[in-house]
């Protein structure tokens, strides 16, 4: 049987190998919306790696310690900054690299009981709900659920722009 944590590195690897794909190529068009309501690539990267803020490996890192008991997350924010607006791809992908160097930091040596008990309290701003999630549930649906979303966003940009 596989183990809780196996599974949640497994599932990271393949999110950051399957957004590293689709992001090949569009180092020119980061910025292109084919509709101003659209999202274009630097906005949803930039929301991922930021929602929730400081992004996913710190709320596990700091759950999995003991250092964190709550976080706050919004929900449709792209969180574009003027320091991210400036990012070309590659310290784009820096920054891809770290979020996922460091999830995989956190999740080295947790255990089953690590990942499914020590809940932590999430106030979900954008709905005025708060609710508690252990770090299991915070992959499963904060991350795996999130991330696979948008990924699908990003590659219906690379589909708009005729990428194959």
């Known amino acids: 049987m596989t183990s809780l944590r196996d599974r949640h590195l497994a599932t990271a690897r393949g999110i950051r190998a399957e957004l ?3 992001l090949e190529g569009m180092d020119y068009c980061l910025d292109w919306k084919p509709e101003p309501s659209v999202w274009c690539v630097r906005e949803v990267v930039c929301h991922l790696l930021d929602t929730p803020p400081g992004g996913i490996h ?12 709550e976080y706050d997350i919004w929900a449709g924010r792209t969180n574009m900054t003027p320091e991210k607006q400036a990012k070309d791809m590659a310290q784009l992908l820096d920054d891809i690299n770290t979020l996922f160097q460091g999830l995989e930091q956190a ?48 590659g219906d940009l690379r589909a708009s722009l005729g990428f194959s």
């Open 20 to 22: 590293l794909e689709l």
């Open 58 to 69: 710190t709320i596990v890192r700091g759950v999995l310690s003991g250092e964190l008991e």
């Open 107 to 154: 999740l080295g040596s947790a255990t089953d009981d690590d990942l499914a008990g020590k809940p932590i309290l999430a106030h979900l701003k954008s709905r005025g709900v708060d609710e508690h999630r252990t770090v299991d549930m915070l992959l499963e649906r904060g991350f795996d659920g999130h991330w696979r979303e948008h990924l699908n966003q990003i």
